[in-house]
Structure formats: structure tokens, C-alpha cells
């Protein structure tokens, strides 16, 4: 019986501001050494096991980020099943679980999480064919990762007595622990990190969801009644699904049934939640720093580093955080790193935009960087890849002019089309409906420069767009 793996790419990834935002989360971020974002990651760590296709859940708004990774990878996937709110890690779980069995199969779902790190593939395949054994037989698996030092910031799963196989039963589930607790259960054994990685049959886990939460696999039937397919994605019932109740798996199914057990597995794992955590799995030199980027350390040590778009440099420092994007910086000392979180809090009090999105947004059709923004002007970079295209649209409030950087736009403006090549320049007057595609074979560049009363992007009316946004 052949694995089915489930990659959950939700969640924000807020302690990893300002690099990770809502608009543009961790998963979707490379982090380590390897070049590959987390999502990119997660999906290569499945070669070499015989597997299905992976079916990937996100987020609407995250939908063209994941097929775009996907497709840059060459990935084969079993669709993109798109969350019309969230709901954790239950019921999420359950409409993949029903979507694998519309054809009348009842894989083996292996449940992965989209931002973890793990450093020694060998060991989680290793774990995951154990598993898959106990699946096999009926149980429900979860991974339990072996600590290394007393973690307050994961939950854990206490192993019951083990058998002949290699996995025992669940004891219990345990949460956060404190300091003292934490220690306590680094030095009797017998705990793991619980890792909130799954793997049981579908059939087996939408039975005993049924059991101890009907409400939940009744919502999830009903999404799932009529889903529609659109390019890549999978949508369910909207309405449906609204009334879903939200609840994380451990709380609705695994607390409860008596069909647990743990497999344990050594493979270099972290949930990369914080800036301490991104310092702990990268390569360090000879003192103890990370740096990515343009950066630049003198008499410094166990520092990171983390420069996305200019110089960054250290002198005379030990155990700092240094993370720099185009609009925000961020600095603080390691010990501190959970604090992140506070101050994205804090930030968002007080409306800032560099709490959701990045200056640079990705689209479907390209991305596009904010260089600069005034009461009446703006000006944009704008990248738009190969065969794509700009929606038909108009705007009630601002003219825009197109200078062309590289490569050759196909501009239509009021139904009459022309191509505009390198260092040419088009006018698009307020009010006139217009278009933009890149008929070539090298990805567009512009300069676009808006000029108007009011440049909100919401003064967009759309008349025809190929990736159905509204």
C-alpha cells in the first residue's frame, strides 16, 4: 500500500518577522543552506519512498505562491486543496482524507507539516516505513522526535510500554511544559517532542473522527459534497465549511482514541519557529555565525545574520539578531527570540503594513516591488514571468506610465493592441480599460509609474482574468 502524503501549508509564521508575514509565510521562505524553501524542502524529503502524488492544502491567498514552488520544482502533486477559512489541523486533515478516498481507495496518509527542517533524510524515511507499518495494522501514528535538551516550546507525547515493534503506545499528550517539567522529562526518558506529523489510513482516521468529533466529519462531508476543480487548485463548499468548528487534530482525535502510538525518529528536526531556531540548523564558521546574504562581521560571534537586499554588517557583537528586508530591520539577541511575536502584536495595534506584506508581492502573473510611494505618486518594479498576463481592467482614479526595462510587453488599451520592447514607454490614461501580457520567452521588466488621487490597490475593476480572481 502506497503512501499518500498530506502537506499542510498554513499558518503565518509570525515569530519570524519580518522576513515571514501573513502574505508571504515561512513555508514559502528559504531558510537554510540548501536554497529551497520549506514547502520545496518538505516535498523533496518524500524521494526516495514509494508515494502518491502529495495532495497540498493551503490557504486562498497563498494559492499561486504554492503552485508557483511547485511548478519551479517540477513537482507532481495530486492537487491544491484550498482552505476557504481556517480551521487546524482536524479538519484540514479530514478533507484530505476524504478527497483520497472519492475513488474508492483507502491510502496511507502521511501528514507532513510545510516548515519543518530536518537535516538527515535517511532517518525520517527510516521513521516513516516503521510507521507505515503501524498504520498498516490500523493504528494512528504520530512521530515523536527525540529531545535534546529541556524544550518549553513544544508539547510532548509520553510513550506507553513499547512492544516487539518499533513503536509504542501513546500514554498521554502533554502540554508545554515549564523549565523545571521540561528537565525533568529530558531525565526520565520515555518523553518525545511531539512533532505533529501523522500518518494513519484514511478510513481509520475519518472513523475515529466520527467517533469523538461527528460535528467536525460531518462539516468536512458536506465541503467536500461538491468540490470544483480550477487549474491546480481544489475547491470545496465555502458555506459549508464556514460552520466547520475549529480544532487541532491532538485535541479532537489523537487525546481520545486508543489506537495511538508513537514512532520515534532522530532526524535533525525543527519546526524552525523562531530566528534562534533558523541560527541553530544553518552552518556556522569558526565562531559560531550565520549569514545569508550581502553581510559583512568583524569581531563577532553566535550571531546571525540576514540580509536580503543590501549591505548588512556586524563589528564587536556576540549572540545577536540581525534581519534586514526591504522595509524592516529587525535586531535583537538570540535569548530573545520569542519575543518576536510580542512585537508583531504590538505592530499591528498600531495598523503598520510591514506587519502583513513584504514591499516586494508576488502575483500570479509575476511580482511587482514598491520602490517608492507618495500622497499622489507610486512606482513600481514589475516582473511578469514568461506567457503570463495582467487581468483587463480600468482604474477610477490614477493614470499609470509603462517604461519597459527588459524583455517585450503586448499592451492593449482600449481594445487596440501594441508591442512596447526594451526602453520604449506607454501611457495608460485614467479611465482607459488595458491590458499587459509577455508574449516572449525572458521574463518582462517595467518601471510603472502611477499618478492619481488615490493609488489603493483595491481601485481595480476587472473585466476578464485568466487566473478567475474576482
Not at 231 to 255: G, H, N, Q, W
Request: overall charge negative.
Amino acid at each position: 500500500m502506497r503512501l499518500f502524503p498530506v502537506i499542510m501549508a498554513g499558518g503565518s509564521g509570525t515569530r519570524l518577522w519580518p522576513l515571514s508575514r501573513p502574505h508571504y509565510p515561512k513555508q514559502f521562505i528559504a531558510l537554510t543552506d540548501e536554497g529551497e524553501s520549506m514547502l520545496q524542502q518538505t516535498i523533496k524529503r518524500l524521494d526516495g519512498l514509494e508515494h502518491l502524488a502529495p495532495l497540498l492544502i493551503c490557504n486562498e491567498e497563498h494559492r499561486f505562491l504554492a503552485a508557483e514552488q511547485l511548478r519551479v520544482m517540477g513537482a507532481q502533486h495530486s492537487g491544491i486543496l484550498l482552505e476557504p477559512f481556517g480551521r487546524n489541523t482536524a479538519p484540514a486533515i479530514a478533507l484530505a482524507a476524504i478527497k483520497s478516498m472519492a475513488k474508492g481507495d483507502d491510502p496511507v496518509l502521511l501528514v507532513l507539516a510545510a516548515d519543518h527542517y530536518m537535516d538527515d533524510v535517511n532517518a525520517f524515511q527510516k521513521a516513516a516505513l516503521q510507521a507505515q507499518a503501524a498504520a498498516e495494522k490500523g493504528y494512528l501514528v504520530t512521530f515523536g522526535i527525540k529531545p535534546t535538551h529541556a524544550e518549553t516550546g513544544y508539547g510532548y507525547v509520553k510513550a506507553g510500554q513499547h512492544g516487539p515493534q518499533d513503536y509504542a503506545s501513546v500514554y498521554s499528550f502533554v502540554e508545554k511544559p515549564d523549565a523545571v517539567t521540561a528537565q525533568r522529562y529530558l531525565a526520565e526518558g520515555g518523553y518525545y517532542w511531539n512533532s505533529g506529523m501523522f500518518m494513519f489510513k484514511a478510513s481509520r482516521y475519518l472513523e475515529e473522527l466520527g467517533k469523538y468529533r461527528p460535528d467536525i466529519l460531518e462539516a468536512c462531508q458536506r465541503s467536500m459534497a461538491h468540490v470544483r476543480a480550477d487549474m491546480d487548485f481544489l475547491r470545496i463548499d465555502t458555506v459549508a465549511f464556514e460552520a466547520c468548528p475549529s480544532e487541532s487534530i491532538d485535541y479532537a482525535v489523537m487525546e481520545h482514541t486508543d489506537s495511538a502510538v508513537v514512532v520515534p525518529m532522530e532526524a535533525g528536526w525543527s519546526d524552525v519557529g523562531s530566528w534562534s531556531a533558523v541560527w541553530e540548523v544553518n552552518d556556522k564558521d569558526d565562531v559560531g555565525n550565520v549569514s545569508h546574504g550581502d553581510v559583512a562581521i568583524h569581531q563577532s560571534s553566535n550571531c546571525l545574520a540576514y540580509s536580503q537586499s543590501r549591505l548588512v554588517s556586524l563589528i564587536g557583537l556576540d549572540n545577536i539578531m540581525v534581519v534586514e528586508t526591504k522595509d524592516a530591520v529587525l535586531v535583537a539577541s538570540r535569548d530573545n527570540a520569542q519575543e518576536v511575536k510580542t512585537l508583531v502584536e504590538r505592530l499591528k495595534a498600531e495598523q503598520r503594513k510591514e506587519v502583513s506584506q513584504h514591499r516586494e508581492v508576488y502575483r500570479p502573473w509575476g511580482k511587482y516591488d514598491a520602490i517608492d510611494c507618495e500622497p499622489r505618486y507610486q512606482v513600481k518594479r514589475i516582473t511578469v514571468n514568461p506567457g503570463q498576463r495582467l487581468s483587463v481592467q480600468m482604474h477610477h482614479h490614477r493614470s499609470e506610465h509603462w517604461v519597459v526595462v527588459s524583455g517585450t510587453a503586448l499592451v492593449g488599451i482600449n481594445g487596440e493592441e501594441q508591442l512596447v520592447a526594451e526602453n520604449q514607454s506607454v501611457y495608460i490614461p485614467l479611465g482607459a480599460t488595458h491590458f499587459m501580457a509577455n508574449p516572449g520567452k525572458i521574463p518582462l521588466e517595467l518601471i510603472e509609474v502611477q499618478s492619481g488621487a488615490y493609488l489603493g490597490e483595491d481601485d481595480i475593476v476587472r473585466f476578464e482574468d485568466i487566473y478567475g480572481r474576482q
